[in-house]
């Protein structure tokens, strides 16, 4: 397959391979945004932009619920694939690392309708989900 032709298969599907990193975001609150909404709240795209992890799709059928982790990851059909296939050139190709960590949060953070009093501070809210490498270093 084609990068491009890449698709969103939910966290559960990253759990074989990332059982660390699927543990640490299972108790974080990402994990439970869509349990956040109440009644028709769960069909606002307006909510769901940031409350899941695709609004647009979550409305079009796929119930991708939380904001799991190709919110934050991207689509990762093509990973998924590369990494069980072995297959070296879409293993390369399909990276799932993020280029702009703090653009990235501030998507959903950095708006007033976070309901958050506080400013957002990377370093600070980075720490309370923190998986991966760094995790290991710490
Ligand atoms: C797709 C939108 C989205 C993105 C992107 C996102 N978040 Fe969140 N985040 C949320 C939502 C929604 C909540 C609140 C979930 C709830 O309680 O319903 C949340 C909650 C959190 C919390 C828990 C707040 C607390 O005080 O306990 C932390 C920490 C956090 N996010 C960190 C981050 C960091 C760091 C990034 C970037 C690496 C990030 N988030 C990217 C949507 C997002
Ligand atoms: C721009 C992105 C964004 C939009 C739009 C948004 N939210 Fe949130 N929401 C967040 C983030 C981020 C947090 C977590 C803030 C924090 O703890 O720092 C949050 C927190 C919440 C919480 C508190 C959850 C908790 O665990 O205490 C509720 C409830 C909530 N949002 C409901 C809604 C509803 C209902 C809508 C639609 C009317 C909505 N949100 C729209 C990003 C958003
Ligand atoms: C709120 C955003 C967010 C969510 C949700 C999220 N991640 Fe991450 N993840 C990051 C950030 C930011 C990094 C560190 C930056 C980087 O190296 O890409 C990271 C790092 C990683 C790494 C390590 C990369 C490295 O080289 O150290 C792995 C593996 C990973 N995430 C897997 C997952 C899996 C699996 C899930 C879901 C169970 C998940 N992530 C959910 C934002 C997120
Ligand atoms: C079949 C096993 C497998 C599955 C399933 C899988 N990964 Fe990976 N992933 C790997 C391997 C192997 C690496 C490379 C680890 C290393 O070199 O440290 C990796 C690396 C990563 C990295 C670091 C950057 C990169 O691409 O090398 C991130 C982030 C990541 N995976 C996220 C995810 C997410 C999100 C999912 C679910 C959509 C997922 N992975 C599903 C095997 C898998």
Not at 72 to 80: D, T
Not at 106 to 114: E, I, T, V
């Amino acid at each position: 397959m084609n990068v491009s032709e890449s698709k969103y298969v939910g966290a559960s599907a990253c759990f074989h391979c990332h059982q660390a990193e699927y543990q640490v975001w299972q108790a974080t609150k990402h994990a439970s945004s869509f349990d956040s909404l109440l009644g028709n709240e769960k069909q606002k795209y307006y909510c769901l932009q940031c409350h899941t992890t695709d609004g647009a799709q979550h409305l079009a059928g796929f119930k991708i619920k939380n904001v799991e982790c190709e919110a934050c990851h991207g689509m990762g059909e093509a990973h998924v694939k590369a990494h069980t296939l072995q297959d070296k050139t879409l293993i390369a190709e399909s990276k799932m690392t993020i280029p702009n960590r703090e653009k990235l949060c501030l998507r959903c953070h950095g708006d007033k309708q976070s309901m958050s009093l506080e400013a957002f501070d990377y370093t600070k809210m980075w720490g309370k989900i923190i998986h991966g490498k760094n995790q290991k270093k710490s």
